[in-house]
């Protein structure tokens, strides 16, 4: 066996340069990359490795857990078939990217992470960074990981890197499995020579592939929706992934099942389709929560059917409801007692169209889904429509850019009060238009997200939506984007706190109590005294970012043209009211537990109405 004296680290990136993803004959690399930032933990190793390996190019980060999301928002964009590589030291920079990490699986989107480990050695420890353990010595900070990899492997021996890589790609590149997977790579260990075979550095492509569904459950499915009388389809993320859109649209346009869109599958069809109903569940819109209410069959496409797409289990109150699910992952597929038709969802609709050529829904009930579809456009140009104020409402800011915005260009939100927004307003005209993470909605995840979204596409325009809360949880990925010369559009709608929360807070009875950014009030001892003499926009140009201050939507129209002239990443700051032009409609809820005893009024009604609407939850067998 021809063999090659490699480090463990430089073997390792001698394997992932070699790794290839292909579906439907296309090919591309597995990995764009790697991001990290070096520490005592994986400067001699990975770091050397890295500085000897040109080809596979080293990007430098702000924050460890921004290059997870980076890398996400990457993945995202590639449909999952290509990601980067992160390596980080041990301890803190190890524990920084678990956030991310639990995000990107959530997510299902595949990344790599590479964080240093103590030494296997264990003659200097305690290392500085590590977490000692009386019970064990062989627990660092990286058994943390575990639960939020759907890989997890620490190396101890360079020879394991054989056995080990392999499972790894498995399952980045598995639909069905993939996730954050995590090497933990001891800091001695990356640094120690091995005669690796030279096989394993060859070229090898991981066929992505379609799987077909059973053919029997097929059958069973086409005759349940033959039966049905109100179906409904709720497109999940799935749909996008699986680059389902256009057999999407051939099998609703055949059968005229209206469609309700999840926020990863928001764009499934484009917003102006006649059966498309829109947001789905707790931040959806009236005609696709009439609609999932009544619906006899739901047709589950590529969702994880999260408390949002159900409202909290709210939103199907048919007694005879029942559920196909169409899902690669096994697991989504049986969700809510379904008929599980598990594989891929383009394959899987292109083969109901042709068990479903002589089924089409009352001509009376598309025709409702048509009506509903034109007039939650109006609704939409209701909330779009600036209002001559003193200041802007955030629904008039997403107006504002939508209307500028391109077909092809991109928007991208992960948390506060805009997600919800953007469901149910946004005109998604490209399906990769609209990219939501709202598995974990974490904040942090925009301008980090925003810089892979516009490494996977350089040349699409990426609008960050981002609040003022999220700006300050994780503003440095700006210095990133300017340093790789990836330009980002953010668009910082600052409305001094959280309004999301804020306003939960209040739904619940606690009047938003602990959601404004203000000095604490000496008279009374809570947060709210002055608003405090924070100026974001100052900041963001301390970060290099080129920025507009908005005062109105016209300035604000005004930035947005000198914006797109732009090539380095600017910011749009803008101030906004925190007051919400759209409330939940028809049936949408959220289930957010009220306190059972309180000495507040507001506490108490509340519950009671908590306690009312907690009668629609149900299960389904
Ligand atoms: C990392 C993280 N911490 C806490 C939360 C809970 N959370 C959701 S939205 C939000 C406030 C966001 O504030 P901002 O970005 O200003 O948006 P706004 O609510 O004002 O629209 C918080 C604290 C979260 N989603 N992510
Ligand atoms: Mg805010």
Redesign the pocket.
Known sequence: MSTIRLTVAQATMEYLKKQYTERDGQEQALFAGCFGIFGHGNLAGFGQALQQTPDFRYYLVRNEQAAVHTAVGFAKMKNRLSTFACTSSIGPGATNML?AAAGATINRLPVLLMPGDIFAQRTVAPVLQQLESAQSQDISVNDCFKPVSKYWDRINRPEQLITALPEAMRVLTSPADTGAVTLCVPQDVQAEAFDFPLEMFEKRVWHVPRPRPDKHALKRAADLIRSSRKPMIIAGGGVIYSEAEQVLKELVHLTGIPVGETFAGKGSLPYNDPHNLGATGATGTEGANVFSNAADVVIGIGTRYSDFTTASKTAFQNSDVKFININITEFDAYKHGGLALTGDARVIMEELISELKDYKVEEAYRNKAAEYNLSWDEKVAQAYKAEEKDLPS?SEVLGAVNEFMEAEDVVLC?????PGDLHKLWRTRSSKGFHLEYGY????YEISGGLGAKMACPDREIYVI??????L?MPSEIVTSLQEGYKLTIIL???N??????GLSKSIGGEGFG?KYAYRNKQTGQLDGDPLPVDLAMNAESLGARVFKASDIPSFNQALKEARKEERTTVIHIHTV?ERKMAGYGYAWWDVPVAEVSKSESVQKARESYVEQKKNQRYFF
């Open positions: 956030t955030q992960a948390s506060g009060s805009a909605s974490c904040m942090g981002l609040g003022d809360g999220g700006y949880m709608i600052d409305n706190g959280f309004a999301s929360i804020g959601t925190p």
